[in-house]
């Protein structure tokens, strides 16, 4: 699938790159403008067949997991408030809360997570919701860890769909436009093999190209006149 997809990308390169380039003496101006846009939107028609269908992840989403965890009983608070003073302690002594959260066990997870949004430090952060939500990312992949259920196969269902997900944006944004460092980080965490491949076969300023070449096009042609001859 990896070498496909960098296939598949790399041919949509060329074929911007020929597209934006091509000359025909025979056509006028305008009528070169329109061929020109015609073979641009057939290299996008080539790379949007290859996008990939993600699977629909079923189940609980994460927050509602992470939600279904908060303490309820009175004895199930009590914990969670016994567990908040060793949390104290040990942030008293320098460790940080990923650091408390990477050796943690469900009990402490929840005290963690019950006390997160009104830590004082968190409180007074311009932050907070960034915070907030880092947090509970890393205290959903510890519990996955230590073997939460819910947890570990929402985990295993978001890594099978990881790599088409990040492939489909990667190349769904580079239809658009530009792809992003946000797309390309995503890719790279699914499969740093596949990050290369396909970043490989981008042609570097490509895409200002065609954005530049769609602009002044746009001056000279209708939609309606693009054409592939």
């Not at 403008?33 to 067949?49: C, F, K, M, Y």
């Not at 908040?84 to 040990?90: M, N, T």
Request: charge should be negative; glycine fraction near 4%; hydrophobic fraction near 40%.
């Amino acid at each position: 699938m990896t070498t496909t997809h960098a296939e598949a990308f790399a041919r949509l390169q060329q074929e911007r790159r020929a597209a934006i380039s091509h000359e025909d003496r025979d056509l006028s101006p305008q009528a070169l403008t329109a061929h020109r846009l015609g073979l641009l939107q057939r290299a996008d028609e080539n790379l949007a067949a290859h996008i990939p269908t993600v699977p629909e992840i079923t189940g609980p989403t994460r927050a509602e997991i992470l939600d279904g965890l908060h303490p309820s009983t009175v004895d199930e608070i009590a914990v969670a408030r016994d567990l908040r003073e060793r949390i104290q302690a040990d942030l008293n002594r320098g460790r940080r809360l990923e650091q408390i959260l990477a050796s943690a066990d469900q009990r402490t997870i929840v005290s963690v997570l019950h006390w997160l949004p009104t830590m004082p430090d968190v409180v007074r952060s311009p932050h907070r919701d960034e915070i907030v939500a880092e947090i509970q990312a890393l205290a959903f992949e510890r519990l996955a860890e230590v073997g939460h259920e819910p947890a570990a196969t929402q985990r295993q269902a978001e890594e099978a769909t990881a790599l088409p997900a990040a492939v489909a944006r990667v190349f769904s944004e580079a239809l658009a436009g530009t792809v992003t460092t946000g797309a390309w980080t995503d890719l790279h965490r699914a499969d740093p093999e596949a990050y290369r491949e396909i970043q490989a076969a981008e042609i570097p300023g490509l895409a200002d190209e065609v954005r530049r070449f769609g602009i002044l096009a746009e001056r000279q042609v209708e939609p309606d006149q693009f054409a592939v001859r």
